[in-house]
């Protein structure tokens, strides 16, 4: 096991959304220190080497980042179909993980992780870097504080656009590589918020199409759900709004919370509108937001709190019941679209063959392209 005090030595592979993380790691220079960044891409490698200067060696492959003995931790950006392969590399030469989502194809494939992870110390921290924002920590805060306790109703909304450019990259928009189209790449954030703030979900109908590009997998989303705590959500998703937005709304019996934030890709940023019930909940709300100190947000956030982890034992940011809890719904939501939105109760049943492979039987889901 490699040491867990100080700053941590940290590669990155993959350097699409890579780069978010590196950026994030020059931000937190006192507790990272980048050795190595990876990508079998040589353009996109020299690229971010050139701009990361001389500090982090330029590697193509995996095993040269894992043979070297300064690196800590790896962060996996690369293509979905890959992670599970390359997690149990990465946790084999017994180093810690950082992997974007989807964390794995399937609920079989995370019960594998488990497994692998049981095998030695190093750990594994899934990303859900667009829950750590000022608008959601604060609902979380008045949560903590009493508030916001009685859940109606929440409506959430991942409306962006997505063509053929993005589409020209070949593991995207095809079930072998992507996994799964809105409901498993774009709107898995927006879902993660809805259960960080009201919990697991009890029933799921959901219905999916593919509408707007010409793939395999679905891009548009409508989804109906009954929470375990008896609260009621609406999801909405397409890859085929003329702009990228998103939104999300809670109803609670005490106060109606909007996210305000102009960035789409940064829904959990403030401002977020919150709306009491009465002039007193509202004094009361002020007091307690005023109490919150501030705090990092994005994938900054996601990475001191994985350093706090590593070095100090204090909870991860995301951890991996979350991040079932997230493959568990896109699982309901393709068995329910597979039966035309025949509701389907989490937690799924061990042997439900869903838990193997979340694809539907005729290779798709309604296709009426615009
Ligand atoms: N958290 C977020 O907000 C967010 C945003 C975008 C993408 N993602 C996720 O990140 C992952 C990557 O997405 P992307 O959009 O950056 O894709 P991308 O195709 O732009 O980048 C992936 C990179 O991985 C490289 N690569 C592929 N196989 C490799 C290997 N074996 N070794 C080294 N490098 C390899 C490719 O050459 C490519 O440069 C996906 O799982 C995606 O869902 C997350």
Not at 126 to 155: M, W
């Amino acid at each position: 096991m490699k040491r867990t005090s100080g700053a941590l030595g940290i590669a990155v592979v993959g350097l699409g959304v890579g780069q978010h993380h590196l950026d994030a790691l020059a931000a937190l220079a006192a507790l990272y220190e980048v050795r190595a960044v990876c990508d079998l891409d040589e353009g996109r490698l020299a690229a971010t080497a050139r701009r990361l200067g001389t500090k982090a060696m330029a590697l193509r492959h995996l095993d040269d980042v894992l043979a070297d003995p300064s690196v800590d931790i790896v962060a996996l950006c690369t293509p979905p179909h890959l992670h599970l392969a390359q997690i149990r590399q990465v946790l084999a030469a017994g180093k810690h993980v950082v992997c974007e989502k989807p964390l794995v194809g399937s609920l079989d494939e995370l019960a594998q992780l488990r497994l692998a992870l049981a095998q030695g110390e190093a750990q594994v921290f899934p990303v859900f870097q667009s829950r750590f924002g000022e608008g959601l920590r604060q609902l979380k805060h008045l949560q903590a504080c009493g508030f916001a306790r009685h859940a109606l109703v929440a409506t959430i909304e991942t409306h962006w656009r997505r063509g053929a450019e993005y589409y020209a990259t070949a593991w995207r928009g095809r079930w072998a590589t992507e996994r799964g189209g809105v409901c498993l790449t774009q709107a898995i954030h927006a879902h993660d918020m809805l259960t960080h703030v009201l919990g697991p979900v009890h029933t799921v109908s959901a219905q999916l199409a593919t509408r707007v590009n010409d793939i395999e997998v679905e891009d548009c989303l409508a989804a109906a759900l009954r929470m375990a705590d008896g609260s009621l959500a609406s999801l909405s998703a397409t890859l085929g709004a003329t702009s990228n937005r998103s939104r999300l709304r809670f109803l609670f019996a005490d106060l109606s919370v909007e996210s305000a934030s102009a960035n789409p890709y940064r829904p959990a940023q403030g401002p977020w509108r919150f709306e009491a019930a009465t002039p007193a909940i509202e004094a009361q709300l002020h007091e307690a937001l005023a109490a919150l100190p501030p705090a990092r947000e994005g994938f900054e956030r996601l990475f001191e709190l994985i350093h706090a982890s590593l070095r100090n034992g204090s909870p991860p940011p995301v951890t991996l019941d979350e991040a079932e809890a997230a493959l568990s719904l896109v699982t309901a939501i393709y068995a329910s679209a597979a039966a035309d939105g025949a509701p389907i109760a989490l937690p799924l049943p061990a042997t439900d063959p869903a838990r193997t492979d979340w694809r539907p039987a005729g290779g798709g889901f309604a296709k009426s392209l615009a």
